[in-house]
C-alpha cells in the first residue's frame, strides 16, 4: 500500500513546484514595467516549490527491505476466508425439489435387503424417508473401513436418531443395527434386524454415502455428505401402524430436524472431517402409503375438498437458513403443505395453529 502511494507522491510534488516556478516568472514578466512591485508573490512561489521540492523527494525514497517485505505482504491477495461452520438453527421449508436436486435422487435410491427383493404385498405398511445432505470435505486416510461401519452404527443407535424411529414405529427392544451392504467406505447400508438371517424387510434402513478422492460417483454430488433413513411405519405385530395426530407429527419433524445437526457433529467429529456450511444443509421428507397419507397422518373429522383425488406420496424438503423458521414453526409450515398438498383438507388451520408452543 505504501508502495503505491509513492507514485502520487512523486506526481504532485512534481505539479507544486512546477506551478512555483511557473508563477515566479509570470510574475517577474507582469512587473517588469513597474518601478515598484510587492515581494510577498516571491515568498508565496518560492514556499510552492519548496514544498513540491520536498514532496517529490519523499516520493522517490525508496524503503528499507525488511519495510519492502513487510509492504510486499500487506499488498498481496487477502487469505481465502475460511468455510464457514454448518448452520441447523433455522428452516425454509420448500416443496420444489429443484432447489435441491441432490435430495431429489433419494427418493429413487434402493436398499440391499433382499427383503425389498421380493414382490411387495397390498398389506405392505406405509413408510417415512429422510435425506440428510451436509456439506463436508473427502475422506482422508483415516477412518478405516471397518472402525467407519461402527461408528455409523453406534450414530444410528444414538439420539436423536433413535428417538425419531421410536416416535414413528414400533422397534421391539430384540431388534439391533448392523451393517449390510458395503463399498468401502463410499457407500454403507446398516438395518435394524433381529438377525442376519431375518428374511422380512426391516422395520429400518439406513444409507450413509461419503466422498474419497479420485471415486466419483454417479447421482451424487461429491461436497455433500449424504444420509438416508427408511422407516417402515408398522405397529407391534409388524402390520401398518394406526395413523398418527397432527401433534405427534409435529413432534417427529421436530425430531427429524435434529438429525442434520447430529449428522454433522458425526461427520467431524467421529470421522474427523472438515465440515461447511456451502451448500447448505438440506433435509428431504417422503411419506408413501398404498391407501393416501391418510394411512399415516389421522385428520380426525375434518373433511376433505370434494373431487380431490387420493395422493399415495408426499415430497417435501427443508432448507437451513439464518432468516428462515425456527424449527416448531418449520414443522407446522410442511403439516400445512401436507394438509393442502397430501391430503387436501379444509378447515384445518386451527388445528395447526398452536402446535409450535407460541
Given at each position: 500500500?505504501?508502495?503505491s ?19 515566479i ?5 507582469a ?14 512561489f ?95 486416510p ?21 428417538g ?16 449390510y451392504?458395503?463399498?468401502?467406505r ?6 435394524l ?45 409388524g402390520?401398518?401402524?394406526?395413523p ?56 380426525g ?15 417435501g ?11 416448531g ?16 383438507l ?13
Amino acid at each position: 500500500m505504501l508502495v503505491s502511494m509513492k507514485r502520487p507522491l512523486d506526481l504532485a510534488g512534481k505539479s507544486l513546484a512546477g506551478t512555483g516556478l511557473t508563477g515566479i516568472v509570470g510574475y517577474v514578466i507582469a512587473t517588469a514595467p513597474l518601478l515598484a512591485w510587492p515581494v510577498w508573490p516571491y515568498w508565496l512561489f518560492g514556499g510552492m516549490v519548496a514544498a513540491g521540492g520536498a514532496t517529490y523527494f519523499i516520493g522517490q525514497r525508496r524503503p528499507t527491505p525488511q519495510a519492502a517485505e513487510a509492504i510486499e505482504v500487506t499488498e498481496k491477495e487477502p487469505a481465502e476466508a475460511l468455510p464457514a461452520p454448518i448452520f441447523t438453527g433455522r428452516w425454509r421449508p420448500t416443496l420444489n425439489g429443484h432447489e435441491v436436486p441432490g435430495l431429489m435422487m433419494i427418493t429413487h435410491k434402493g436398499f440391499s435387503h433382499h427383503g425389498y427383493m421380493r414382490p411387495s404385498s397390498e398389506d405392505r405398511p406405509p413408510s417415512v424417508r429422510f435425506g440428510v445432505l451436509v456439506a463436508c470435505d473427502p475422506l482422508g486416510p483415516t477412518p478405516t473401513t471397518s472402525a467407519l461401519r461402527e461408528r455409523f452404527l453406534s450414530f444410528l443407535g444414538s439420539q436423536p436418531v433413535a428417538g425419531l424411529i421410536d416416535a414413528l414405529t414400533y422397534a421391539d427392544d430384540d431388534l439391533s443395527w448392523m451393517s449390510y451392504a458395503s463399498n468401502g467406505r463410499i457407500h454403507n447400508e446398516a438395518v435394524l434386524v433381529s438377525g442376519a438371517d431375518q428374511q422380512e424387510v426391516p422395520v429400518v434402513s439406513a444409507t450413509l454415502n461419503l466422498n474419497e478422492d479420485g471415486l466419483a460417483r454417479y447421482g451424487h454430488d461429491s461436497r455433500t455428505a449424504e444420509l438416508v433413513l427408511h422407516i417402515e411405519v408398522r405397529d407391534k405385530d409388524g402390520g401398518a401402524a394406526p395413523p398418527a395426530g397432527f401433534r405427534a407429527w409435529h413432534e417427529a419433524l421436530v425430531l427429524a430436524l435434529e438429525v442434520p445437526r447430529a449428522f454433522g457433529h458425526f461427520l467431524s467429529q467421529d470421522l474427523g472431517l472438515a465440515t461447511h456450511g456451502e451448500p447448505p444443509v438440506q433435509l428431504s421428507l417422503e411419506l408413501r402409503a398404498r391407501r393416501g397419507i391418510a394411512e399415516l397422518i389421522d385428520a380426525g373429522d375434518l373433511p376433505t375438498v370434494a373431487g380431490s383425488s387420493r395422493s399415495s406420496s408426499f415430497h417435501g424438503y427443508m432448507i437451513a437458513e439464518h432468516d428462515g423458521r425456527e424449527s416448531g414453526d418449520a414443522a407446522v409450515e410442511m403439516l400445512t403443505s401436507i394438509c393442502d398438498h397430501a391430503l387436501y383438507l379444509h378447515g384445518y388451520e386451527d388445528h395447526l395453529t398452536n402446535l409450535s408452543g407460541k
